[in-house]
């Protein structure tokens, strides 16, 4: 058998005394019987006010509720609310909380939605920005990890980059940059990844213009030194793989990838290598290209 011990301090008075004993012999089974009386005794309070016909008590335990964190709660009366007080000077305060609990639940797109439909219903509301900001970041919050469809990136990207345009003089204004800046960090992140997938199965066609695409999408990528010295190796390990007669001009496109390289990056790492894939590359095209002597003739 379980029994709490409570220590009693100096001065305290008889009742005090009284309920410490109390709940010393009360074992732990009686313990949690009181604790779901109290919790049957809310559940039928709660109850009881979502059947209640006065909207000011269900407006203010809504918004006590919410205040608590309390959402789960909360939300069903400003649901009520919203039908109730359609057109009343309270619709727009209820439906703004109603949006945040969505939100604070972690239905992003459900609160997506209403803080959309927030600042078309009230686009004079001293809370317009507010929502109109925080429709793009539920966007922004549902973007997932770069190898996974990032529709929804592009979508908080977008919606982001309206926000600055509609409110240029907002205080959010630096926070929508940052996060635009996250969502094509993990974008470029994506098309790398992409690229560098077709170039390990050995489809180096599809590799060579998934990187020369990734350079044209990205510019200044911090990938580019990588990516322009992959689509370099792509470029002559597709013009080696192929038919005879497409070799010489798959050669010289990757000659060309190797000087469009070579004049970025004259310093870096890969271009032991890289120079390297250019001797081959100039062998191969030597003895397919006709000698001046074989033209004239």
Do not use: W
Not at 1 to 30: A, D, W
Not at 147 to 174: C, G, H
Not at 185 to 199: H, I, S, V
């Amino acid at each position: 058998m379980i029994h709490f011990r409570f220590n009693r301090p100096v001065g305290q008075s008889r009742t005090y005394v009284y309920l410490c004993r109390m709940f010393e012999k009360m074992t732990l089974r009686g313990f949690v019987v009181i604790c779901a009386m109290v919790l049957t005794s809310a559940c039928s309070k709660y109850q009881k006010l979502l059947k209640s016909t006065d909207l000011d008590q269900k407006y203010e335990a809504a918004i006590k509720y919410y205040d608590a964190q309390d959402y789960y709660r909360a939300l069903p009366l400003f649901e009520e609310l919203l039908t109730a007080y359609r057109g009343n000077l309270r619709a727009e305060e209820v439906y703004y909380h109603y949006a945040y609990c969505h939100y604070a639940m972690g239905e992003h797109l459900a609160a997506a939605h209403h803080f959309m439909n927030f600042t078309r219903t009230f686009p004079k509301s001293e809370h317009a920005e507010e929502a109109a900001y925080m429709y793009a970041y539920c966007f922004y919050l549902q973007s997932p990890i770069s190898s996974l469809d990032q529709e929804y990136s592009l979508k908080a990207m977008n919606e982001l980059q309206l926000f600055i345009n509609r409110y240029p003089q907002s205080d959010r204004v630096s926070k929508c940059n940052e996060l635009i800046d996250k969502i094509r960090a993990k974008l470029q992140q994506k098309a790398f990844d992409n690229a560098y997938l077709y170039y390990k199965i050995g489809d180096y066609q599809a590799a060579a213009i998934a990187f020369k695409n990734t350079l044209k999408d990205f510019p200044g990528t911090p990938y580019e030194e990588e990516t322009l010295f992959l689509a370099v190796k792509a470029s002559y390990l597709y013009a080696k793989n192929s038919t005879d007669r497409r070799k010489l001009v798959r050669y010289k496109e990757a000659l060309e990838e190797y000087r469009n390289f070579a004049s970025r990056y004259p310093d870096s790492k890969y271009m032991k290598e890289a120079k390297d894939f250019e001797e081959n590359i100039l062998n191969e095209i030597s003895l397919r290209e006709p000698s001046k002597a074989e033209t004239k003739l």
